[in-house]
Structure formats: C-alpha cells, structure tokens
C-alpha cells in the first residue's frame, strides 16, 4: 500500500486540529477597572499608585474585605497564550510556566496605561512574555521580552504574533551572566527599533540602550541571580527610568529575600515594596495561597 503526498498533508493538517483541540490558546482577560480598584488620577507616579495598593490592602486586612471599586464602564482586552503540550514543555517547566507574577504585573500596567504609554520597555526573565505583552497592549512603544530558555523565547515570539504586538513588541535571547556591552552613558534609549517576532540577538537589541521601565515577574530562585539582576538593571534601566517587579514574599521562593535587601540598600535606587492587594490577585488560585510583593523602584539621576 502507498500514500499519495495529498494524503500526507492532510494527515498534517488533522494533526494540527487534533493539537488545537488537545491544547488551546490559554486567554488572559485584563480589565479596568478591576473590581476593588482605588479610584487613581490619571498620571499618577509609579510610587503614587503603588502607595494606593499598600492603603487598599491594609484596609482589606483590617476591616476583613475590600471596598469595591467603580465597575462602570470597564474596558477589556484579551492576551491569548500559546499552550505547550507536556512534550513540547520537556525542559522547560518553570520557564514555559504562566506564573501568577506575570499576570498581576500585567494586570497593574492595563489598569494604570500611563506609566508604560510611549515607554521603551524591558522584560527580564520574560518565560512566555506575559507581563510584557501586558505593556505592549497598555501602549508601551517598543517593549522587548526576554529569556535565555529556547523553548521560552520560541513561545514568546510565537505569543507575540498571536496577539498581532509585533509593531510594538519583539523576543531575543538574554544571558544574564554573558550581558551585551556596557550602554554608552550618552546613548539615546528611545531609538529601540521593534522587530515583529522575528530573530535578533541580545546584541543587535540591547547594546548600547537604556530603557525606561524594566519588568521582572517571578524570577530569582537560585544562588547568584540576585547579584545578576542588580547587574541588568544598572545596565539597562535608564536614568529616572522605573524597574517593576512582582514576586512571592520570601517565605514562598528562595533567594527573593536577598533581592530584596540588594535593591531597598541600592544607593542609586529609590525602591519601595507593598504586599499584592486582593483586587490584583483575585481569580489566581496560586496567587491566593503564595502572598505576593510589589516592588517599585526609580533610578536616581547619574553626576556627570
């Protein structure tokens, strides 16, 4: 017996149904305002806003529930996430993971649009860019995700065109260990040009660029990568620029209790941190049971 070619391509083509059927586009649905939100002007600092999410979770504590915010004319967006079967995610677990840190920071940049509008942006340890394609469907210029897992960078890419960001968003490969040059002190961070998901180097992406905010959901769990993360940002967050960071307290995750003291000790670092409020985990069953931080952190202008 003998198979026509036309018959191998429908096999194919069946294959590809059956694997849609079996593994489908994981949608992440973000809303503002999110129910419970505090009322915030719009432009308020990264600091400001943060300052709000500390005051809501205090009163959710105290009085044992949230006060509910305005729900009236809630405006949605939907992230739609490449699923990877359990061969496909052989290796890369943790990194191939939608971790609940990704999607409360891209929760809290949907609900506040202005700290990332027009911003070039930086996702560090982005796994499937989650946070990142967060703040490119919240307005950020350019925004480049992240990873030095493969599997990781291919879903990410693949993530950013199912959601049609690549004018605006684009993946390459990062070694924390084995950085891009030093940024040139003068070097312009705004003239990031965005590569709809295709190929580039950490080189060709990062050298000699500062950017505006830099994002960090979930990523140190091993010796030696607070130290690493102190060392991207001083590389890459521009003077003033914003550095966001969602994290399990440490209890909950190895490691983040030194990350913590690095950056609240940074002298060239204002760093605040407050616990994840109820409004910006709910519906996370994992984000229920493992308490989460907020940190925010602005760049102090460099002497010449």
Known sequence: A???SA?????ADMIEVFREELYPDLAVELQRPMPGQPACREGASAFEVLALCADVEQESNSEGQIRAGSEKCAELTTLYLHSLSRREMFGAEIECKVWPASLILARWLW???????GKTVLELGAGVGLAGLGAARSGGQCVLLTDINEKALRCAKENVRKN???????VCRLD?????EDP???SNHHDLVSEPHGDSTAGEQLAGRRFDMLLAADIVNADGLPALVMQMIRLFLADLGVFVMC???SKHRHKVDELRALLLDAADLNVRVCTVPLWLRRGSEE???IAHELYVGRRKARED
């Open 287 to 289: 984000a229920a049971d």
């Open 7 to 11: 018959g191998f391509s429908g096999s």
């Open 247 to 249: 994290a399990p307290k």
């Open 176 to 180: 924390w260990a084995e950085p891009p």
């Open 184 to 186: 040139a002190a003068d």
């Open 2 to 4: 003998t198979c026509s």
């Open 111 to 117: 609900c506040h649009p202005w700290l990332v509008e």
């Open 164 to 170: 049609a960001l690549g004018h605006s968003a684009s």
